[in-house]
C-alpha cells in the first residue's frame, strides 16, 4: 500500500461531514517520526448543539426501527471494515503506533464486535413475571436508555469505539462520540463505515476538541441519558461526578494493574511466552497488561531467563515496518512517565534487569524493560505503568501473594499459572479482578465480558453484558 495518504480527520456531525472550515484545530502526529500528519478541527458550541440536536431528534425513529433492521446496518458495517481492515490498520499505526499487524487485526476485531452486537440487537428480551392477581399481565421490558455521550482513548483506537457503538447502536440509542484527539482516524473510519452501511443521518455524531470542555457540556445537556467512559481512573471518577448531577447511567472501564501469579507448578515456559506476548503487545499501552509479576521463589530465575530472552527477541520499530514486533509509546507524555517511574523504582532498590532508556531521538521509541525485586515503596508497584515496563517480585507463601495481589485500589484484570486444579478454584475465587486468565493470556472477545471492579469502573463491554449497558428496565403491570 505505497499510495497511502492518511485521511483528512473531520467532525461527523448530523450526517454530514465537516472539516477545518474557520474552526480551531489540534495537529495529530505520527508518533513513530514526530512528524505532522493532519490538523483535527476542534468542535465549536454550536457543532456541539447540533450534534445533540442530531442525538436526540433521530432517537425516536432509530429506537423505533426493527431490531433485525439496526442488525442488518451493523452486520454491513462490520463486512466493510472487514474488507478494510489493512487501511484501518494502517490509519492505526500511523496516528498510534502499534505495529501494523496488531491494528489490522484490532480492525478485523471491531468487525467482530460489530457483528456480536448485531445479534445480541435481537435477544433484547424482557419477560413475563407470574402475577398474584388473576387476569393481571406483569412485563418486564427492556427498552434503549437514550441518547449517549462516550468518551474513548488512544490505546484501541478502533476496538474501543467499536464496543461502545456496537452496543449502543445495536440496543437502539443514538451515540455522540468523543475519540481521543491523538487517534481521530480509527473511530472515524468506524463512522464511515457505519455511514456507508446506511445508517441514518444524525444517529452517530463524532466530535472532537479539549476533552474536558467537551465532557463537561455533553455531560449536563438534558438530552444526554448514559455515559460510557474508557481511560484513567482520575477521569473516569471526574465524569462520574457530572453524570451524578444528572442522576444518568454510566459505564466506567478504567485503569488496571494486573498482577501474575506463577507457581512452582507452573509450565514455565509458556507462562512467560504468554506473558511476554500480552506485555509488550501495544508496547504495553493496555489496560489488562500483565504487569506485577509475583514469582514463587523457586522458579523465579527460571522465568526471568525464559521471559527474558523472548523479550531479547522484540524488535523495536515503526509499526509500518514488517520487521517490528513493538512501535513507540503512543504520545510523549508515556515517554516522561516511563522515565520517572523506572528510576524512581531503582533509586528504592529494584534491580534494572533489562532495557529501562529511550531508544533514539526522534520518535516515542522506549526499550522493553524487566525491573526486579521491586519494593511496594515504589511508584511503579501503585500506579499503572501503561507502558512496556514488566516488575517483579517473589513469594513463597500463598495467603501473602493473594494480599499483595489485592493491594491495590485497582481490579481490572489478573493472571496465575499452575497446574493445580484446586489451586486454580482457589485463585478465581480470591482474587479480586473483573478478569482473570488462569494459565491463558488472552481476556478479550466480543462474546466475553470485558470490565472491571474496584477503583477500575464497573459495568462490562462484552458479552450478554455489553448490550444491557445500554437498556432501561420497565416494569408494566396490565390488568
Ligand atoms: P488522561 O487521563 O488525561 O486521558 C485518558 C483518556 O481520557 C484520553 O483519551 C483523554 O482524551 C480522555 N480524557 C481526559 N480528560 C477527560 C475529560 N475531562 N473528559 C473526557 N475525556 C477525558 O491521560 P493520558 O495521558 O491520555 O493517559 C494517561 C493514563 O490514562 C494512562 O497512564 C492510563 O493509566 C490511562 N489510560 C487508560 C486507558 C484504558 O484503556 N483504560 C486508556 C488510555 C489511558
Not at 8 to 31: C, D, Q, S
Not at 96 to 115: C, N, R, W
Not at 299 to 317: C, N, Q, W
Amino acid at each position: 500500500m505505497t499510495d497511502f495518504t492518511y485521511p483528512e480527520p473531520k467532525l461527523f456531525i448530523g450526517g454530514v461531514w465537516k472539516g477545518a472550515e474557520g474552526r480551531e484545530t489540534i495537529p495529530v502526529l505520527n508518533p513513530a517520526t514526530d512528524a505532522v500528519i493532519a490538523q483535527l478541527p476542534v468542535a465549536t458550541r454550536a457543532d456541539l448543539d447540533e450534534a445533540l440536536d442530531a442525538a436526540n431528534r433521530t432517537f425516536p425513529a432509530w429506537r423505533a426501527m426493527s431490531a433485525f433492521d439496526r442488525a442488518a446496518i451493523l452486520h454491513r458495517a462490520g463486512a466493510l471494515l472487514r474488507e478494510r481492515a489493512r487501511y484501518v490498520g494502517r490509519v492505526s499505526t500511523v496516528e498510534q503506533g502499534k505495529v501494523l499487524a496488531e491494528s489490522s487485526a484490532e480492525a478485523a476485531a471491531s468487525a467482530d464486535i460489530f457483528d456480536w452486537f448485531a445479534e445480541e440487537a435481537r435477544r433484547a428480551y424482557g419477560r413475563i413475571v407470574p402475577s398474584k392477581f388473576p387476569g393481571v399481565r406483569q412485563n418486564v421490558l427492556k427498552e434503549p436508555v437514550g441518547p449517549i455521550a462516550a468518551f474513548t482513548p488512544w490505546n484501541f483506537p478502533t476496538t474501543i469505539p467499536a464496543r461502545k457503538l456496537g452496543a449502543a447502536l445495536a440496543a437502539g440509542c443514538t451515540v455522540i462520540i468523543k475519540p481521543a484527539e491523538e487517534t481521530p482516524g480509527s473511530c472515524l473510519e468506524l463512522a464511515r463505515a457505519l455511514d456507508d452501511a446506511g445508517l441514518p443521518k444524525g444517529v452517530l455524531n463524532v466530535v472532537f476538541g479539549v476533552p474536558a470542555q467537551i465532557s463537561e457540556y455533553l455531560i449536563a445537556s438534558p438530552v444526554i441519558k448514559k455515559i460510557s467512559f474508557t481511560g484513567s481512573t482520575a477521569v473516569g471518577k471526574h465524569l462520574s461526578k457530572l453524570a451524578a448531577e444528572g442522576m444518568k447511567k454510566t459505564t466506567m472501564e478504567l485503569g488496571g494493574h494486573a498482577p501474575v501469579l506463577v507457581f512452582e507448578d507452573a509450565d514455565i515456559d509458556k507462562a512467560a511466552a504468554m506473558m511476554a506476548r500480552s506485555k509488550f503487545r501495544n508496547a504495553g499501552q493496555i489496560c489488562i497488561a500483565p504487569t506485577r509479576f509475583y514469582l514463587h521463589d523457586r522458579i523465579h530465575d527460571r522465568f526471568i531467563a525464559a521471559f527474558e530472552r523472548i523479550v531479547s527477541g522484540l524488535k523495536v520499530g515503526d509499526g509500518l515496518d514488517p520487521a517490528s514486533t513493538m512501535g513507540p509509546l503512543a504520545n510523549d507524555r508515556r515517554l516522561d512517565a516511563m522515565g520517572a517511574l523506572i528510576s524512581d523504582a531503582v533509586a528504592k532498590g529494584a534491580g534494572l534487569h533489562a532495557g529501562g532508556a529511550r531508544i533514539g531521538n526522534a520518535g516515542n521509541f522506549w526499550q522493553p524493560t524487566i525491573l526486579t525485586d521491586v519494593p511496594n515503596s515504589a511508584t511503579v508497584m501503585n500506579t499503572e505503568p501503561f507502558g512496556p515496563v514488566a516488575v517483579t517480585q517473589r513469594f513463597t507463601d500463598l495467603d501473602a501473594v493473594i494480599a499483595e495481589a489485592n493491594r491495590l485500589p485497582y481490579g481490572l484484570s489478573a493472571y496465575a499459572f499452575t497446574a493445580n486444579a484446586a489451586l486454580s478454584n482457589t485463585l478465581a475465587d480470591r482474587i479480586e479482578a473483573g478478569m482473570i486468565g488462569i494459565n491463558h493470556g488472552v481476556l478479550t472477545g466480543p462474546e466475553t465480558p470485558f470490565g472491571g471492579i474496584k477503583e477500575s469502573g464497573h459495568g462490562s463491554e462484552g458479552g450478554i453484558e455489553g448490550l444491557d449497558g445500554f437498556l432501561i428496565t420497565k416494569y408494566v403491570a396490565q390488568g
